[in-house]
């Protein structure tokens, strides 16, 4: 009865569009603020508690697991959300494909955990991957009706449903590396966050899901699906391929020390894209047919992110080798070249990821699959030869050059599909470009006088933040940038004046 009476309160359904979208990123926002505090402050503790072997062999099996759970997407979800007419008839058949699918994927996980062990040379991966199947069960058996919480932008509730599984994970995670100081607290972490997800999913929404496989609704949906089960494969060979060849090639402490390099300099693409994506795709579903509208909300979006997106990566650069040794320990500083090239390929991808819900919500997820084979094609040319010869620092060279190269062909698609003109696409992006790149070489300066310890840190931090600042208000004021009037409309809508 809280849960239901907390959501209430924000409960309204005079809202227009642009309300929701504003309130509903904003809680979007506060959801992703919240867990990477949580998940900051956990990747430390156990950092230091736990080596980068044991980071490697949980990032072995995950890899395992993720392989099998792309390529058999059936992008249901986005397909759910994309639909104009009500789509209630069609929950029950997704509910039970997806049950299928995760007996499926559970069984497959326990048998071919010795091959995937013998495969990395790690026999220690075998018994993590057979138990890290119950993460699939659980995520096949939750409410299919959280489906609402993104299409009709109820965000507030979203955040309640995944905030308990970040608790869950963050409390048991730290719990179990105290006491067992072993990558099994990686591993009970993940099990108890989606655990409590699929308890809390049935808690926060009242649907109950039935088992009803109605094969010609479940094909309907997949039309649609097919499309993102081609964007998803290849994202995935994409994102994880270079994580295979690593592991492969260099061995679990190195994976250990690529992944924590990736996941630290990709904050951009993967924190602030991840928001407003997740807004943007329902929002733009909505204006699909009007195409000066979608064309202006673009540009804001484009903006908002390279506003937020390129400070955040610069600082990510120039401090990178600070926050490893302050935070991580020395043992992890072989990763800071890595993390310094990563960053600008998560900087890219924050960029192209801007393009991807307007695909989708126009009914062209097709362009999506096109260019990610563009950017697969890179890669998979590029990352034997790099990676035996620069070893985590050549497969972060040639993720930034698949990145960047696909980067082009989405760019241009975007700005045909919505009639947008080229000079206000790259004017959505050069003020904040210039911004970071005068604010990032005056911290570079700054580093040889102030000294590396916590404390400069922090300053040095906030420090380019408030140049940034202070360089995008002037830009606003004598070049009529329009952040600040994008600013105030947002917090407007957000107040609801």
Known sequence: MKIKKLIGNFNDSGKNLSQRVVRGGFWVFLLRITQQLFNFVRLVILARILSPNDFGLMGIALLTMATLDTFSQTGFQQALIQKKEDIKPYLDSAWSVLILRGFILFTILFFIAPYVASFFNVPEAKPIIQVIGFAVLFQAFTNIGVVYFQKELEFNKQFIYQISGTLADFIVAISAALILKSVWALVFGLLAGNFVRFVVSYLIHS????????????????????????????????????????????????????????????????????????????????????????????????????????????????????????????????????????????????????????????????????????????????????????????????????????????????????????????????????????SISVVSGLKNIINSEIWGFIILSCMEILIYLIIIYLLDKFFNYGMQALIKESIHLLRGT
């Open 207 to 438: 649907y109950r899901p039935h088992l009803i496989f109605d094969l010609r609704k479940a094909k309907e949906l997949f039309r649609f699906g097919k499309w993102v089960l081609g964007s998803s494969i290849l994202v995935f060979l994409l994102t994880q391929g270079d994580d295979i060849f690593v592991g492969k090639l260099l061995g679990a402490t190195a994976l250990g020390f690529y992944q924590m390099a990736y996941r630290i300099s990709n904050i951009p693409a993967t924190e602030i894209t991840h928001v407003i994506s997740q807004v943007t795709f329902p929002a733009y579903s909505k204006l699909q047919d009007n195409i000066p509208k979608l064309r202006e909300a673009y540009l804001k979006v484009l903006q908002i992110t390279a506003f937020l997106s390129f400070p955040i990566a610069g600082l990510i650069f120039v401090l990178a080798p600070d926050f490893t040794k302050i935070f991580l320990g020395e043992k992890w500083m072989l990763m800071v070249p890595a993390m310094q090239v990563l960053v600008f390929a998560g900087l890219v991808r924050s960029i192209a990821a801007t393009t991807g819900p307007i695909f989708h919500a126009v009914g062209k997820p097709k362009i999506d699959t096109q260019w990610q084979i563009v950017r697969l094609s890179v890669l998979a040319a590029l990352i034997y030869p790099f990676t035996i010869k620069w070893g985590i620092l050549g497969a972060s060279i040639v993720v930034f050059l698949s990145i960047f190269v696909s980067n082009i062909g989405f760019c241009f698609k975007v700005i045909k599909i919505t009639k947008c003109e080229m000079k206000d696409f790259v004017n959505a992006m050069l003020p904040s470009f210039l911004g970071s790149a005068i």
